[in-house]
């Protein structure tokens, strides 16, 4: 079998790169652009959590109570003085079943807790909320990146605290895109043609608007948005950008698998 000379220096260089990943499993490798609405880069890089068969999880603080909040898996510190509608890097989590433990502030008290079991080579996201009930919830839940590149995907996950249900809307579309969201609830996945379009989120039942944002949802990403604040004063929403694969390592690996 002949093996061209450029194919031959692709392959090198691809296991060059492998080799290198191999030193590091404390942090992301994956080529995941993450950004917020404010346009903060989360992560970016170049391996696959999935090919290396590891669980990767992240922090989002939706607490407004919690201005600087920090996350244990079995009393190993993972992330420290995350501050309100910060959304952190992915890390390594060594064990796929964890005991995630909440703190905020200079308080060594656990505020929220939750055991999970995770799979290997799968993205989760450890969301700190408000439960409605004067205590704190954290949730985990799995970030789905794999999609149809010629669709947008959007999620919506619910922390306002002291409303109800909510609706989601899309302008021109007669009937919502998510709706009857409870508090701490996320709303799945779903898919959406690529759009300029507004999005208004109101309490389910009497249509009190909590919130109105214009967003472009692209071809190829998945969106989160997670809801915050407390009704009556601001409500905001932490827009969260996960583009799942780049094109320049679509195409490396496309042409790697023509190569003669």
Known sequence: MRIHTTTLLLLLSLASGLTACKGDRDTDTQAIETTTAEGSLASASTDSAEHRAVSMVRMINALPSAKDASVSADDR???SGIGFKTVTPYSELK????????????RDTTIASNNEIMMDGSRYSLVALPDGNGRVRLRVLKDELAMDSSKARLRVIHGVNGVGEIDVVMAGM???FFDNVNLTSEAGYKNIDPVKTTVTVSVDGNGQRLLKREMDFQAGHSYSIVLTGTAGQRVEAIVIDDQAISNAKMMMLDS???AP
């Not at 064990?95 to 200079?106: E, P, S, V």
Request: hydrophobic share 45%; no cysteine.
């Open 95 to 106: 064990d796929n079943i964890a005991k995630f433990r909440l703190q905020a502030g200079d």
């Open 174 to 176: 007669t009937e919502p």
């Open 256 to 258: 790697l698998k023509k």
């Open 77 to 79: 510190a993972m992330f």
